[in-house]
């Protein structure tokens, strides 16, 4: 398997465990965990780490899409090289970045590492256009 795919799954793994972050919040909650268990009629007050934890998870949601499409296309077209890997280790650099620097609530450098992953899509999209 190529380092492109490895990557993916590492991403894929990633989005998956992310959620776990912000279930460690809502358990240490008061009422949480039954809040979490029943029907969740009522809002239930978290910390901010806790809701930013799940814009993380939500925005990996949203990137993880045209990510996957990048590297599977470059995959099947046979244009899956060094460059490609390198953009793709970039992403998955930068989304583990992401998740630490967005739940600990550092708003620039969010940004700046979300224009890395960015970046590392733009590497794999410029092979395909090669």
């Not at 992310?18 to 029943?38: C, D, H, K, M």
């Not at 470059?74 to 992403?91: D, P, R």
């Not at 450098?109 to 899509?121: A, C, D, I, K, N």
Request: hydrophobic letters at 60%; glycine letters at 8%; a positive charge.
């Amino acid at each position: 398997m190529t380092v492109d795919l490895w990557m993916l799954v590492a991403v894929t793994l990633l989005c998956l465990m992310i959620p776990f972050v912000s279930l460690v919040g809502l358990a240490r909650t008061p009422g949480g965990t039954t809040w979490g268990f029943g029907n969740r009629d009522t809002p239930l007050e978290v910390a901010s780490w806790v809701g930013r934890a799940r814009r993380a998870h939500a925005n990996m949601v949203e990137n993880l899409a045209p990510f996957a499409a990048l590297v599977l296309v470059a995959h099947v077209a046979g244009k899956a090289n060094a460059t490609t890997a390198m953009g793709a280790e970039l992403f998955v650099i930068a989304r583990i970045a992401h998740l630490i620097v967005y739940v600990a609530g550092i708003p620039v450098l969010r940004t700046v590492v979300f224009s890395v992953g960015t970046l590392g899509e733009v590497m794999i999209l410029l092979q395909l256009l090669r």
